[in-house]
């Protein structure tokens, strides 16, 4: 997979929420509480012992830090999992193992283009 430069980004406005926790107080508490965890356990433990819970506050933590860069990312990422799941499977069952924050935009597409 070659990198390349997403020109709608927008780090200014990421910075300016990072420095003045804009809207994020009372996310302060709970990510006070995960970093503790992570340095306690360490990497790869405290990625074991995620839960729906803690992934789906780390999602809405990171939508409320930088809105326009993650919809942009996850957006992008969603088409390119629907596409390679709809041109490069074959066959009448399909699974697929795919993170929570892709899950329901997978499933509008899959319906939308399918009818299942």
């Known amino acids: 997979m070659a990198l390349e430069h997403e020109k ?3 780090l200014p406005s990421f910075l300016v ?3 003045y926790k804009d ?10 509480e995960q970093m503790a965890i992570l340095d306690t356990e360490g990497p790869e433990a405290y990625a074991e012992s995620l839960d729906d ?3 789906a506050w780390w999602n809405q933590y990171l939508y409320r830090m ?7 990312l996850v957006n992008k990422k969603n088409k390119q999992l629907f596409f390679d799941l709809y041109n490069k ?9 795919v993170n929570h924050m892709h899950l329901p935009q997978l499933e509008s597409m899959w319906r939308g283009a399918t009818g299942t």
């Open 66 to 72: 930088a809105p326009r860069q993650k919809k942009i």
């Open 8 to 10: 709608r980004m927008d």
């Open 89 to 97: 499977c074959e066959g009448e069952n399909i699974v697929a193992v």
């Open 17 to 19: 929420r990072l420095y």
């Open 23 to 32: 809207g994020l107080t009372r996310y302060s508490r709970e990510f006070a």
């Open 53 to 55: 819970v803690s992934i």
